[in-house]
């Protein structure tokens, strides 16, 4: 990330002072994890338009295609999702050791994925499948006790007249934009805040030209009537609850307030037939510990099919990530960053009395030389076989070192405890 981006989140970061303070935010403190979904009409063409595959990610191929709203409207009548199951969703992202799940309620495109009575341009009025995905989502995440968060593109409307961003088929300069946010915006976060029960957060984004004075009253109206309901950091003028870090873009330092990345697993946010560049289960595992080592959350995301189907390649990494935390869980959720940073082979969390050092590249011979601890170590072990299961422990300077095992206990990260003053 350059330095400039950092300076952002630390600048909008710095006016939340009060947000850092507030516990409303302690249950997505803890969870460091979470399921983003990117769903909607643009499953059905899926990166392809007219024969062409058109480039960039699948959401936006109304925007790159420039595909007119009468067009564009006709993919409703194509989709009808009948293998979306919420309870098997649900369950992947608890299998995936994830805690909230965050999906697209509107996106760019304008079309609605729940049941709204402000337009028909909605699932369940201008689809053949004429379900709620949105509730029958919210009933599982209930029943599985998962939070339930909301996207939803408050900025950007391609479909709607007075929304941002299409001008091939509406002139800018007659867009009414107040109006828009005023009649349209403004009553559908109200049904999502409504209709739905408990909603962790609404996600905005791409703020653009939202003002100061319509992001204050989007989060006044989420506060109004769902005071425990978070507000990201993309509803713009930095009255977010906390820093959104740009997408795909994990910090190289601490940022030490609360932000989260979202990011993709392959390229795409939403479905692209095409795209098979899938990040390796390593890979996303070492994000997430970096990302939890710098005090931030991980929102990984997944575009379901226009069956309603999670691609394969994520159906398999989400449950590899889940089997990982399930034995390392300990050494993410609800920790706050440790003290090494700039290590190649090794990250670092921290809670009262535990430092968790988390090796990516386990050395030879087993003796791991940490620098730069200051705590007192008490003793260690490796989390995979208990506190009982103690390694030798000794220090030289600001280095500690422990003997392990002369193989790496996991070939991803294997975490080893030290125990600390509480
Ligand atoms: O334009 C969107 C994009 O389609 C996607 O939803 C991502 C997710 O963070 N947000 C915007 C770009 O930053």
Request: hydrophobic fraction near 35%; charge should be negative.
């Amino acid at each position: 990330m350059a330095a400039t981006e950092e300076g952002a989140i630390r600048a909008e970061a710095r006016q939340r002072e009060d947000a850092r303070r507030d516990p409303r935010l302690d249950w997505w403190r803890d969870a460091k994890f979470g399921l983003f979904i990117h769903w909607g009409l643009y499953a059905v063409p899926a990166g392809t338009w007219k024969g062409q595959q058109i480039p960039g990610i699948g959401e936006w191929i109304m925007y790159r295609a420039r595909i007119p709203v009468r067009e564009y409207e006709q993919l409703a009548k194509q989709f009808n999702p009948m293998n979306f199951d919420a309870a098997e969703w649900v369950s992947l992202a608890k299998r995936a050791g994830q805690k909230y799940l965050c999906i697209t309620a509107k996106h760019h495109d304008g079309f609605c994925m729940f049941d709204s009575k402000v337009t028909d341009y909605d699932i369940v009025d201008a689809t053949s499948f004429g379900r709620d995905p949105m509730k029958e989502l919210a009933a599982e995440c209930q029943h599985q006790g998962i939070k339930l968060c909301f996207y939803y593109s408050q900025t950007q409307d391609w479909h709607h007249p007075g929304g941002d961003g299409n001008n091939w088929d509406y002139d800018e300069s007659k867009k009414d934009f107040d109006g828009y946010i005023e009649h349209y915006v403004k009553p559908q976060v109200r049904e999502l805040l409504t209709n739905y029960g408990l909603i962790g957060m609404i996600w905005f984004d791409t703020p653009r030209r939202i003002t100061y004075q319509q992001s204050k009253e989007l989060v006044d109206l989420v506060h109004e009537l769902q005071p425990g309901c978070l507000v990201n950091g993309r509803i713009g003028n930095a009255l977010g609850d906390y820093a959104e870090a740009r997408d795909n873009r994990i910090p190289d330092a601490l940022v030490g307030e609360d932000w989260e990345v979202p990011a993709t697993i392959n390229d795409t946010w939403g479905f692209k037939s095409y795209d098979h560049n899938w990040k390796s289960t390593e890979d996303l595992i070492r994000k997430l510990v970096d990302i939890a080592s710098k005090g931030g959350n991980y929102l990984l995301n997944v575009g379901p099919t226009a069956e309603g189907v999670i691609p394969q390649p994520s159906v398999e990494r989400l449950p590899a990530m889940g089997a990982w935390l399930e034995t390392n869980g300990e050494a993410v959720y609800g920790t706050r960053p440790g003290p090494l940073l700039g290590l190649e082979w090794c990250r670092s969390t921290a809670r009262p009395g535990r430092l968790y050092l988390h090796v990516f590249d386990w050395p030879q011979g087993g003796e791991l030389r940490v620098p730069g601890i200051q705590e007192d170590v008490a003793g260690a072990y490796l989390l995979s076989d208990g506190a009982d299961a103690t390694l030798p422990v000794s220090r030289e300077g600001d280095a500690v070192i422990v003997k392990g095992p002369a193989s790496a206990p996991d070939p991803i990260a294997s975490v080893v405890v030290l125990r600390t003053e509480a």
